[in-house]
């Protein structure tokens, strides 16, 4: 199995902020990986495709980038509307997904 | 307006069943593979099983083979999860959600159904 490991678990920051979270795969996975935004008692909503991929109507502050083992999400002004968990999946074989970043107010 | 609606969760026995279903709306459910993910309460995501577009081809997470079985009815746009022999560790909310087109991420997901597995 595919083990995908974020970090950090939880990170305080300010509207405003440059927001940078990771993901590893215990192996390489292309760039078969996805980030999705989940608030409190809602449904996860995709973010990235591809490992760099913004999916339709999502804002041009997140981006994505790595392949292989190494990925990152970030922010690039973080709103308050980003408040939120953020989880990686890796879909190269099967679907695993990484433990959550909660992203809250500093 | 695309939508993915749950149903079918509730409060069930340790040892019993329950049979969730997904109805789909706003487009072509027959050309999509679909899955189940669920979350236990406070916890992660976690990815049940998946279907084919035609249910000729499903894959299952190991720790729900022989218990779980999806299915899915094209001409009533509808997806299903019969679950038995459930056991507390099955306590989650459960998503239905659909496969982007070309990819292997999941790009629209219904609100989810909550299964209570507890005597």
């Known amino acids: 199995d595919i083990q995908m490991t974020q970090s950090p678990s939880t990170l305080s920051a300010s509207v405003g902020d440059r927001v940078t979270i990771t993901c590893r795969a215990s192996q390489s996975i292309s760039s078969r990986l996805a980030w999705y935004q989940q608030k409190p008692g809602k449904a996860p909503k995709l973010l990235i495709y591809k490992a760099s991929s913004l999916e339709n109507a999502v804002p041009s502050r997140f981006s994505g980038s790595g392949s292989g083992t190494d990925f990152t999400l970030t922010i690039s002004s973080l709103q308050p509307d980003d408040f939120a968990t953020y989880y990686c999946q890796q879909y190269n074989r099967y679907w695993t997904f990484g433990q959550g970043t909660k992203v809250d107010v500093k | 307006e695309m939508q993915l609606v749950e149903s079918g969760g509730g409060l069930v026995q340790p040892g019993g069943s329950l049979r969730l279903s997904c109805a789909a709306s706003?487009?072509?459910?027959?050309?999509?593979?679909m899955m189940w993910v669920r979350q236990a309460p406070g916890k992660g995501l976690e990815w049940v099983a998946n279907i084919k577009e035609d249910g000729s081809e499903k894959k299952y997470v190991d720790s729900v083979k022989g218990r779980f079985t999806i299915s899915r009815d094209n001409p009533k746009n509808s997806l299903y999860l019969q679950m038995n022999s459930l056991r507390a560790e099955d306590t989650a909310v459960y998503y239905c959600?659909?496969?982007?087109?070309?990819?292997?991420?999941?790009?629209?997901w219904g609100q989810g159904t909550m299964v209570t597995v507890s005597s």
């Open positions: 959600a659909k496969f982007k087109r070309g990819e292997d991420a999941f790009d629209m």
């Open positions: 706003g487009f072509t459910f027959s050309s999509y593979w």
